[in-house]
């Protein structure tokens, strides 16, 4: 024991394998920081670091781990190179290195933006999860029979510190400079602000950040890197995640407009992000009227007629969200989204998807009138027949129902289906409570009816 310095009292108070690691570690440290006339800085916070692990594990009177870790010989390799506890979730750093993740962002929150042990600064602080490591770890303890203690939960990843200030200011800054200056720094930010929340929450703290950010988008740009045009916009997309940058995104002049533009221009990935954004930020009631009221609503339904599969689903989305607002449901129509939507059912692409938009329409008089118009009844009472989900089935009866309380003149079509195929029938019986109540009341205004004779 006098080799290690540890005493027969530490040993029976601590963790014995853990401390002295631990005392090994920070021995290493003081070492080089007392003898070395021009010591590295980055010594001091690993001593520091080293010293605090070892206080909190002090501190704790029964350790970190059931007993049963303490006579078992962890491999060094599942041990967080920080805490040197087994690691719960490990995760890897831009380095390469793996470290649990309440360590590495203990680390990080405090403003480190180095390894803490190959001390290369960090160009990217993003924690990608150690699935290979995890399973490693998980296969030993079942081996060994304990339980893998759960992971701490998160280590206040919301934290904002002076160093992130700093970072992101440096990054806008670079966004004024060279096209490659103004690349890289795009890059760096769609990065971070997918997989930091603190970053998407610096946002919010000043409108200047967000001019900054559109700055190389600015209106009059001779040439815009069509990579450096999608970086940046998927990078609003990630900011608009944050609840608390949405209003201000929508009301920012730049925002909405550069975010129309790029649904006409750029390339489909860039596109798809900006029907994605719009509707991320029409999440709040306010902002669905503030971009149907923009026009977007127009160039939304054009890249859902392009019909490119990465861009569909999102234009959709979009669509489907603003008509939440009753007011957006008469521009969605009058740009003619009524024959896209159906078109592309007919073609049986995003059948689920539209027919919910289609069902919001079936509200306006107009939508009606021109599905009606464009053959819908057989379309739905086909898709009741053919398809297996019950939300299809549902959202087709609702429309086939508001298309019989407001033209007689499909009644003929209906009460047919109805005579041959039983369609409308089958539904009330076996379709979900609501699709029951609009396939019955169907039923009953057709029953009641006397057949129609219809002259021009």
């Known amino acids: 024991m006098a080799k290690t310095g540890v005493s027969e009292n530490d040993s029976t108070t601590l963790p014995h394998a853990k401390a002295l690691d631990l005392k090994h570690k920070l021995r290493g440290c003081v070492n080089i920081i007392l003898d070395a006339d021009d010591f590295p800085l980055a010594r001091l916070d690993e001593a520091i670091t080293t010293l605090s692990a070892l206080k909190d594990l002090k501190c704790k009177s029964t350790g970190s781990f059931p007993q049963e870790f303490h006579d078992l010989s962890i491999p060094p390799e599942f041990r967080c190179p920080i805490s040197l506890e087994l690691m719960s979730d490990p995760v890897i ?141 998927t990078t609003v997309l990630n900011l608009s995640i944050h609840d608390d940058n949405k209003k201000m995104f929508a009301e920012n002049p730049m925002v909405i407009p550069l975010l129309i533009e790029s649904l006409k221009f750029g390339t489909i990935q860039t596109r798809s992000n900006a029907a994605a954004a719009i509707f991320s930020l029409s999440a709040l009631d306010s902002n669905k009227s503030t971009i149907g009221n923009s026009g977007a609503m127009k160039h939304l339904i054009e890249l859902l007629e392009e019909g490119h599969p990465l861009a569909m689903k999102d234009s959709a989305s979009a669509i489907f969200n603003l008509c939440l607002v009753h007011e957006n449901k008469g521009r969605t129509v009058r740009e003619g989204a009524v024959p896209v939507i159906l078109n592309k059912i007919m073609d049986r692409v995003l059948v689920d998807e539209l027919l919910v938009i289609m069902a919001l329409l079936s509200s306006h008089p107009k939508a009606v009138e021109e599905m009606s118009d464009l053959g819908a009844v057989p379309l739905l009472l086909s898709i009741i027949r053919e398809s297996t989900s019950e939300s299809c089935k549902e959202n087709c009866v609702a429309i086939l129902y508001t298309i019989c309380l407001t033209d007689r003149t499909k009644w003929k079509e209906m009460r047919q289906e109805e005579k041959s195929k039983g369609t409308l029938s089958e539904l009330a019986l076996c379709g979900t409570s609501r699709a029951k109540r609009k396939a019955n009341g169907i039923l009953q205004r057709l029953n009641r009816s006397p057949t129609l004779t219809h002259t021009a």
């Open 93 to 233: 750093l831009s380095t390469g290195l793996t470290y649990d993740r309440s360590s590495i962002q203990r680390w990080l929150n405090e403003g480190h933006r180095t390894c803490p042990q190959t001390q290369q600064v960090l160009s990217l602080s993003i924690l990608t999860p150690n699935h290979l490591v995890h399973d490693m770890i998980s296969h030993w303890c079942k081996e060994n029979g304990v339980e893998l203690p759960k992971p701490l939960g998160d280590i206040d990843e919301e934290v904002i510190t002076d160093a992130d200030r700093s970072h992101l200011n440096s990054l806008l800054k670079k966004l004024s400079m060279s096209i490659s200056d103004q690349k890289s720094a795009a890059k760096e930010l769609r990065l971070l602000t997918k997989r930091m929340p603190s970053f998407r929450i610096l946002f919010n703290e000043s409108s200047d950040v967000i001019l900054q950010l559109l700055s190389p988008l600015s209106p009059g740009t001779a040439y815009i890197p069509p990579d450096l045009h999608e970086d940046l916009i």
